[in-house]
């Protein structure tokens, strides 16, 4: 049932970690003064990914609170591999920018 409804949603791959390391991971690299974007965008990415997957697997259960959760949480997942694209497109430029230091509010400038 995902595949009818995301058909363009990615799968995480088998030989990532599991949730409960990614979790240890970014508790640990949210300690860490200045934290890599790439590094901390990577694993929101498989936090999120693993979120949404675990979300449709049990969608049935869920009432329309929970789905627009859902809807939020693809929504975080498209803006930030859409963030991610750009700064890989910039660092092929030979620039290391921050984004975070380039945002206000939370989007680009």
Not at 19 to 42: C, G, I, Q, W
Not at 45 to 54: E, G, V
């Amino acid at each position: 049932m995902a595949d009818l409804l995301f058909p363009q949603m990615e799968r995480p791959l088998p030989s990532m970690p599991s949730l409960h390391y990614t979790l240890f991971a970014y508790r640990e690299e949210l300690r860490r003064r200045d934290v890599p974007f790439m590094k901390m965008s990577t694993i929101k990415l498989h936090l999120t990914d693993n979120l949404i997957l675990q979300t449709i697997k049990n969608i049935r259960q869920f009432d329309t609170i929970e789905i627009m959760n859902l809807n939020r949480e693809i929504t975080f997942k498209r803006r930030l591999t859409k963030q991610m694209r750009k700064v890989r497109k910039l660092e092929k430029l030979g620039l290391n920018i921050d984004p975070r230091k380039l945002t206000e509010g939370g989007q680009w400038l």
